[in-house]
Protein backbone atom coordinates (compact mmCIF):
# COMPACT_ATOMS: atom_id res chain seq x y z
CA UNK A 1 0.00 0.00 0.00
CA UNK A 2 1.03 3.77 -0.86
CA UNK A 3 0.69 6.70 -0.15
CA UNK A 4 1.56 9.62 -2.35
CA UNK A 5 1.49 13.31 -1.87
CA UNK A 6 -0.53 15.98 -3.16
CA UNK A 7 0.44 17.48 -6.61
CA UNK A 8 3.25 19.66 -6.81
CA UNK A 9 4.28 18.80 -2.92
CA UNK A 10 8.22 18.40 -2.50
CA UNK A 11 8.86 20.59 -6.10
CA UNK A 12 11.81 22.16 -6.34
CA UNK A 13 12.61 25.85 -7.72
CA UNK A 14 14.16 23.79 -10.43
CA UNK A 15 10.65 22.34 -11.76
CA UNK A 16 12.16 18.70 -10.40
CA UNK A 17 10.14 17.14 -8.01
CA UNK A 18 11.47 15.22 -4.89
CA UNK A 19 8.58 14.39 -3.06
CA UNK A 20 5.86 13.17 -5.54
CA UNK A 21 7.11 9.24 -5.75
CA UNK A 22 4.78 6.92 -3.90
CA UNK A 23 5.58 6.13 -0.03
CA UNK A 24 5.64 2.62 0.20
CA UNK A 25 5.27 0.79 3.84
CA UNK A 26 9.09 -0.77 3.54
CA UNK A 27 10.17 2.81 3.07
CA UNK A 28 8.01 4.09 6.44
CA UNK A 29 9.81 1.54 8.16
CA UNK A 30 13.00 2.41 6.89
CA UNK A 31 12.71 6.23 8.01
CA UNK A 32 11.25 5.30 11.56
CA UNK A 33 14.37 2.55 12.52
CA UNK A 34 16.84 5.37 11.16
CA UNK A 35 15.30 7.81 13.45
CA UNK A 36 15.00 4.97 16.70
CA UNK A 37 18.30 3.90 16.15
CA UNK A 38 19.80 7.61 16.31
CA UNK A 39 17.89 8.28 19.10
CA UNK A 40 18.42 4.86 20.98
CA UNK A 41 22.10 5.45 19.81
CA UNK A 42 22.13 9.11 21.45
CA UNK A 43 20.56 8.11 24.28
CA UNK A 44 23.01 4.71 25.39
CA UNK A 45 26.50 5.37 24.15
CA UNK A 46 27.42 8.43 26.04
CA UNK A 47 25.64 6.83 29.28
CA UNK A 48 27.71 3.44 28.89
CA UNK A 49 30.35 5.41 28.25
CA UNK A 50 30.47 7.13 31.16
CA UNK A 51 29.37 4.62 33.83
CA UNK A 52 31.93 1.54 32.08
CA UNK A 53 34.56 5.02 32.49
CA UNK A 54 33.52 5.38 36.11
CA UNK A 55 33.50 1.96 37.27
CA UNK A 56 37.34 1.90 36.27
CA UNK A 57 37.93 4.94 37.79
CA UNK A 58 36.43 3.66 41.14
CA UNK A 59 38.14 0.45 40.59
CA UNK A 60 41.46 1.71 40.54
CA UNK A 61 41.16 4.30 42.98
CA UNK A 62 40.27 1.23 45.19
CA UNK A 63 42.78 -0.91 44.51
CA UNK A 64 45.28 2.16 45.04
CA UNK A 65 43.79 2.16 48.59
CA UNK A 66 44.19 -1.10 48.85
CA UNK A 67 47.46 -0.36 48.10
CA UNK A 68 48.42 2.28 49.43
CA UNK A 69 51.28 0.74 52.00
CA UNK A 70 53.02 -1.51 49.20
CA UNK A 71 56.67 -1.16 49.34
CA UNK A 72 58.46 -1.38 45.83
CA UNK A 73 61.06 -4.91 45.67
CA UNK A 74 63.50 -6.31 43.38
CA UNK A 75 62.30 -10.22 43.52
CA UNK A 76 64.03 -12.99 41.59
CA UNK A 77 62.47 -15.81 39.26
CA UNK A 78 62.66 -19.09 40.73
CA UNK A 79 62.19 -21.40 37.59
CA UNK A 80 61.94 -21.05 33.97
CA UNK A 81 58.64 -18.86 33.23
CA UNK A 82 56.39 -20.05 30.46
CA UNK A 83 58.61 -22.79 28.48
CA UNK A 84 60.90 -21.48 25.82
CA UNK A 85 62.04 -18.28 25.94
CA UNK A 86 60.89 -17.91 21.73
CA UNK A 87 57.21 -17.52 23.59
CA UNK A 88 58.65 -14.19 24.54
CA UNK A 89 58.66 -12.36 21.67
CA UNK A 90 54.66 -12.85 22.00
CA UNK A 91 54.91 -10.78 24.76
CA UNK A 92 52.27 -12.43 26.88
CA UNK A 93 52.09 -12.79 30.72
CA UNK A 94 52.37 -16.13 32.71
CA UNK A 95 52.26 -16.55 36.44
CA UNK A 96 55.34 -17.84 37.88
CA UNK A 97 57.22 -17.98 41.66
CA UNK A 98 59.01 -15.15 42.78
CA UNK A 99 61.47 -14.95 45.45
CA UNK A 100 62.74 -11.61 47.79
CA UNK A 101 64.08 -10.65 51.09
CA UNK A 102 62.16 -8.73 53.35
CA UNK A 103 63.96 -6.41 55.50
CA UNK A 104 63.79 -8.23 58.42
CA UNK A 105 65.63 -10.99 56.72
CA UNK A 106 62.97 -13.26 56.07
CA UNK A 107 62.91 -14.65 52.51
CA UNK A 108 59.39 -14.74 51.22
CA UNK A 109 57.80 -16.39 48.14
CA UNK A 110 54.69 -15.86 45.60
CA UNK A 111 53.34 -16.02 42.52
CA UNK A 112 52.74 -13.09 40.25
CA UNK A 113 52.59 -12.16 36.58
CA UNK A 114 56.17 -12.29 34.76
CA UNK A 115 56.90 -11.97 31.00
CA UNK A 116 56.73 -15.44 29.12
CA UNK A 117 60.40 -16.86 28.51
CA UNK A 118 61.72 -15.25 31.10
CA UNK A 119 64.71 -17.08 32.78
CA UNK A 120 65.07 -18.32 36.08
CA UNK A 121 67.12 -16.07 37.97
CA UNK A 122 65.84 -12.79 35.94
CA UNK A 123 64.55 -9.55 38.35
CA UNK A 124 60.84 -9.04 38.67
CA UNK A 125 59.72 -6.02 40.31
CA UNK A 126 57.28 -6.33 42.77
CA UNK A 127 55.10 -4.53 45.62
CA UNK A 128 54.49 -5.97 49.05
CA UNK A 129 52.89 -5.09 52.03
CA UNK A 130 53.61 -5.71 55.61
CA UNK A 131 51.81 -8.94 55.81
CA UNK A 132 54.31 -10.41 52.79
CA UNK A 133 51.12 -10.21 50.36
CA UNK A 134 52.70 -9.11 46.79
CA UNK A 135 51.40 -8.42 43.59
CA UNK A 136 53.53 -7.30 40.14
CA UNK A 137 51.07 -4.10 39.31
CA UNK A 138 51.99 -1.33 40.50
CA UNK A 139 48.87 0.94 42.32
CA UNK A 140 47.49 3.36 40.00
CA UNK A 141 48.36 7.36 40.72
CA UNK A 142 45.81 9.65 40.23
CA UNK A 143 46.14 10.16 36.80
CA UNK A 144 46.55 6.47 35.58
CA UNK A 145 43.30 6.30 37.52
CA UNK A 146 41.76 9.03 35.04
CA UNK A 147 43.80 7.78 31.83
CA UNK A 148 42.77 4.46 31.99
CA UNK A 149 38.72 5.50 32.73
CA UNK A 150 38.81 7.91 29.65
CA UNK A 151 40.65 4.99 27.72
CA UNK A 152 37.42 2.48 28.50
CA UNK A 153 34.61 5.21 27.86
CA UNK A 154 36.17 5.38 24.56
CA UNK A 155 36.39 2.15 23.55
CA UNK A 156 33.10 1.90 24.93
CA UNK A 157 31.95 4.42 22.59
CA UNK A 158 33.65 2.89 19.50
CA UNK A 159 32.16 -0.46 20.38
CA UNK A 160 28.74 1.10 20.57
CA UNK A 161 29.33 3.02 17.32
CA UNK A 162 30.47 -0.20 15.46
CA UNK A 163 27.20 -2.11 17.28
CA UNK A 164 24.77 1.06 15.80
CA UNK A 165 26.52 0.08 11.98
CA UNK A 166 26.24 -3.59 12.24
CA UNK A 167 22.57 -3.15 13.42
CA UNK A 168 21.67 -0.24 10.85
CA UNK A 169 22.93 -3.22 8.06
CA UNK A 170 20.94 -6.08 9.10
CA UNK A 171 18.17 -3.77 9.97
CA UNK A 172 18.67 -2.08 6.36
CA UNK A 173 19.04 -5.82 4.94
CA UNK A 174 15.37 -6.89 6.15
CA UNK A 175 14.04 -3.91 4.96
CA UNK A 176 15.55 -4.49 1.75
CA UNK A 177 13.97 -8.16 1.43
CA UNK A 178 10.79 -6.95 2.08
CA UNK A 179 10.86 -4.79 -0.45
CA UNK A 180 12.02 -6.84 -2.85
CA UNK A 181 9.07 -9.14 -1.94
CA UNK A 182 6.57 -6.07 -2.64
CA UNK A 183 7.94 -5.57 -6.22
CA UNK A 184 7.41 -9.20 -6.81
CA UNK A 185 4.16 -9.55 -5.24
CA UNK A 186 2.98 -5.96 -7.46
CA UNK A 187 5.10 -7.02 -10.93
CA UNK A 188 3.02 -10.22 -10.59
CA UNK A 189 -0.44 -8.57 -9.94
CA UNK A 190 0.72 -6.84 -12.90
CA UNK A 191 1.28 -9.50 -15.55
CA UNK A 192 -1.60 -11.42 -14.55
CA UNK A 193 -3.83 -8.12 -15.59
CA UNK A 194 -1.95 -7.69 -18.79
CA UNK A 195 -2.20 -11.57 -19.47
CA UNK A 196 -6.03 -11.10 -19.05
CA UNK A 197 -6.01 -8.28 -21.14
CA UNK A 198 -4.35 -10.28 -23.69
CA UNK A 199 -6.28 -12.73 -23.59
CA UNK A 200 -10.10 -11.26 -23.79
CA UNK A 201 -9.00 -8.86 -27.19
Known amino acids: MTEEEPPGAGREPG ?67 GGPAADARAQSLVRASVRWTQPDGHVRTAVVSVWAGSRAGTAVPIWTTAQGAATSRAPATPGEAVASAWMTA ?39 ELSEQFRNR
Open 154 to 192: TVTFALATGLLAAVWKAFTKLVDTIRCRGWEKEWDEVEA
Open 15 to 81: GSSTRGLPVRASDRIQRWGRVLLVVVFLLAAPFASVATGRAVHNAEIRRAATLSDTTRVEARLVSDA
